[in-house]
């Protein structure tokens, strides 16, 4: 069993930067494919950005490409979402996934593990 709590959220202003934190608990989790999504209000959740297992693949949506970086560090069991140049279109409550199976996938349905998520919002 996996448990993530993401951190790092607030209200910022266009142009900004902010990092997200993910803690993940469990003795295998880093051995897991981790992702950041998010969802906006009355929107569907999305997929962000993606991390191998390793931290040697990293895959982002086109929206935040050139602005956002993924990033874990293995033996403090955490992931980071380093967001600049942020803009409104990226408020969002922010989630960040597992996957026990290590796959590169965009997805949410293929990974088992959810944070309760953290709240971002960039204002004009």
């Known amino acids: 069993q996996v448990q993530l709590v993401e951190s ?30 998010r969802q906006a209000p009355g929107k569907e959740r999305e997929f962000v950005a993606i991390i191998s297992e390793s931290g040697g693949i990293t895959y982002y949506a086109d929206s935040v490409k050139g602005r956002f970086t993924i990033s874990r560090d293995n033996a ?38 959810w944070g309760q998520g953290t709240q971002v919002t960039v204002s004009s």
């Open 76 to 113: 403090k069991n955490m992931v980071y979402l380093h967001m600049n140049s942020l803009k409104p279109e990226d408020t969002a409550v922010y989630y960040c996934a597992a996957d026990s199976r290590q796959r590169i996938a965009s997805s949410s349905r293929y990974y088992d593990y």
């Open 8 to 37: 790092g959220g607030g209200l910022v202003q266009a142009g900004d930067s902010l990092t997200l934190s993910c803690a993940a608990s469990g003795r295998t989790s880093s051995t897991y494919t981790m992702a950041w999504f």
